[in-house]
T-cell receptor, first 111, second 116 residues
């Protein structure tokens, strides 16, 4: 079954602390993994994709196929990082266009 | 143009009304999507259009009727909705054919719908 699991509903950290938002997935083929972010009253935005191996706003995420994980990390959290973060996967090699979302983690960065 | 636009931003309608939500993109994407999002929940897929043809209907009630007039436009026609249909309705677009890389979806700001 295709599934994305984000075990934490809420993650609260202090400004300057490291952040790790966990994401595990279950997929039988070759998935493409993404992190999306939704700031308060803003649109859902693509933050990272595993294919690009990039760093955006100080965030990085590495695909670990052995552990089927795609955790999002940032060494020093900022207050403006407070938002809802969704991990998502998309399969390729088939006809589906579906994005499968995790349940989301609300990141709250305290001053 | 790398944005997906949606109108209206807000909509209040009664249970007997008929209204439509509109979505537009000019990124050359040939797949477009409708999602429903409740507060603090992930988007739930409703419909997928690929090359202007409906390819996925996630068992959505018939009071929601999608339409894709051309490759840039997507509509969602609403009729006889229920209060539980109140939510944020999101449109998204992407490349049409899944491939290695490039399967990300780009989302519009949404229409906040309230059914009274």
């Amino acid at each position: 079954a295709q599934r994305v699991t984000q075990p934490e509903k809420l993650l609260s950290v202090f400004k300057g602390a490291p952040v790790e938002l966990k994401c595990n997935y279950s997929y039988s083929g070759s998935p493409e993994l993404f992190w999306y972010v939704q700031y308060s009253r803003q649109r859902l935005q693509l933050l990272l994709r595993h294919i690009s191996r990039e760093s955006i706003k100080g965030f990085t995420a590495d695909l670990n196929k052995g552990e089927t994980s795609f955790h999002l990390k940032k060494p020093f959290a900022q207050e403006e990082d407070s938002a809802m973060y969704y991990c998502a996967l998309s399969g390729y090699g088939g006809a589906t266009n579906k994005l499968i979302f995790g349940t989301g983690t609300l990141l709250a960065v305290q001053p | 143009d790398t944005e997906v636009t949606q109108t209206p931003k807000h909509l209040v309608m009664g249970m007997t009304n008929k209204k439509s939500l509109k979505c537009e993109q000019h990124m050359g994407h040939r797949a477009m999507y409708w999602y429903k999002q409740k507060a603090k929940k992930p988007p739930e897929l409703m419909f997928v259009y690929s090359y202007e043809k409906l390819s996925i209907n996630e068992s959505v009630p018939s009071r929601f009727s999608p339409e894709c007039p051309n490759s840039s436009l997507l509509n969602l026609h609403l009729h006889a909705l229920q209060p539980e249909d109140s939510a944020l309705y999101l449109c998204a677009s992407s490349q049409a054919i899944p491939r290695q890389g490039g399967n990300e979806q780009y989302f519009g700001p949404g229409t906040r719908l309230t059914v009274t």
